[in-house]
């Protein structure tokens, strides 16, 4: 259950959270934080913390906010010997506003270094990804990698796991799909990949069916509240969720995913793998920390008892 590849964004995030309800046009008095992000390194952190060892390929600048990543990888046990310096380049910076019930209102991501992970870069690690047991990509790269690395994982039968990252984004991986074991984007996100507007339960099947007439084994549609709609051949399913108060909802998609890759790791089906990733989406979003600071795997093997059986 060891060693699976992650591949894409490592970043600082700053998150600003207003101390009443957000009032548009207008300064609001509120408090900073300061962590490091990006949905690759989130969850590389996530599964380091489940003990799987995983193996970051990604980039950082020549910066301060580089030592800020890299320290914060050395104290999560998280190896650094895939991230790369860039000489004359900034570490990738997510900003972000929240509402005051911790929802995102806004945020700008400054991801420019990214357009450095190409096919050249990754070609000399070919032989450790196609080794892996399973592999997750961002949507960070850009599109040439995707399509590399989803050739990759067909050519070779690596299981790869593909995170859309964000609506701007899909655009890079809509085309690339042959190849995807799983693919887990909300409810926006789908819509751009299958390029068809969803409204209800049924849109939502009919638009992760067009994904997977293009490649992809099993879909994970993200619904928030309303849990996760899982679909895949012949079958379509609703895993509902516990309802809670978020404190902050960041980093909640990059839990799931990481989640349930650990779930797909230890050997279980994809249908009882999700609630690994329920579980750790359900735990992310009752912190400030865009990554569970205290997550175990007992943690997480007694939240999806207790909550998600």
């Known amino acids: 259950m060891r060693n699976p590849v992650i591949i894409g964004g490592a970043a600082v995030d700053m998150k600003g959270l207003p101390g009443a309800p957000l009032k548009p046009g207008a300064s609001n008095l509120g408090v900073f934080r300061?962590?490091?992000?990006?949905?690759?390194?989130?969850?590389?952190?996530n599964l380091a913390a489940l003990g799987t060892d995983p193996v970051f390929i990604?980039?950082?600048?020549?910066?301060?906010?580089?030592d800020f990543v890299t320290a914060r990888c050395r104290e999560a046990g998280l190896g650094?010997?895939?991230?790369t310096r860039v000489p004359g380049e900034a570490t990738a910076v997510y900003e972000a506003i929240l509402?005051?019930?911790?929802?995102?209102?806004?945020?700008?991501?400054?991801?420019?270094?990214?357009?450095?992970?190409?096919?050249?870069?990754?070609?000399?690690?070919?032989?450790?990804?196609?080794?892996?047991?399973?592999?997750?990509?961002?949507?960070?790269?850009?599109?040439?990698?995707?399509?590399?690395?989803?050739?990759?994982?067909?050519?070779?039968?690596?299981?790869?796991?593909?995170?859309?990252?964000?609506?701007?984004?899909?655009?890079?991986?809509?085309?690339?799909?042959?190849?995807?074991?799983w693919i887990s984007p909300n409810v926006e996100e789908l819509e751009a990949l299958a390029g068809r507007s969803v409204a209800t339960t049924d849109d939502m099947v009919a638009a992760a069916r067009v994904l997977l007439a293009g490649g992809v084994k099993e879909v994970f549609v993200t619904c928030g509240e309303g849990g996760i709609l899982h679909v895949r051949a012949g079958a379509a399913d609703t895993a509902r969720?516990?309802?809670?108060?978020?404190?902050?909802?960041?980093?909640?998609?990059?839990?799931?995913?990481?989640?349930?890759?650990?779930?797909?790791?230890?050997?279980?089906?994809?249908?009882?793998?999700?609630?690994?990733?329920?579980?750790?989406?359900?735990l992310t979003v009752q912190v400030s920390e865009s990554v569970h600071p205290h997550l175990t795997p007992a943690l997480l093997d007694e939240t999806v008892r207790d909550c998600f059986r």
Request: net charge negative; proline share 5%.
């Open 80 to 83: 650094t010997a895939y991230v």
């Open 99 to 181: 509402d005051a019930n911790g929802e995102l209102f806004a945020a700008i991501s400054a991801m420019a270094i990214f357009d450095r992970l190409t096919p050249a870069f990754l070609a000399p690690h070919a032989e450790l990804i196609a080794g892996a047991p399973l592999v997750v990509m961002d949507a960070n790269p850009p599109e040439a990698t995707t399509a590399w690395l989803a050739a990759l994982a067909r050519d070779r039968g690596v299981p790869l796991w593909l995170e859309p990252t964000a609506f701007d984004t899909c655009a890079r991986q809509k085309a690339h799909l042959d190849g995807v074991a």
């Open 241 to 282: 969720t516990s309802v809670i108060a978020a404190h902050d909802v960041t980093g909640a998609g990059d839990a799931f995913a990481a989640g349930t890759v650990y779930g797909l790791l230890k050997g279980l089906e994809s249908s009882a793998a999700l609630r690994y990733g329920m579980a750790a989406a359900y």
């Open 58 to 66: 990604s980039l950082v600048g020549d910066d301060s906010e580089a």
């Open 34 to 45: 300061k962590s490091t992000g990006g949905v690759g390194l989130n969850i590389a952190l």
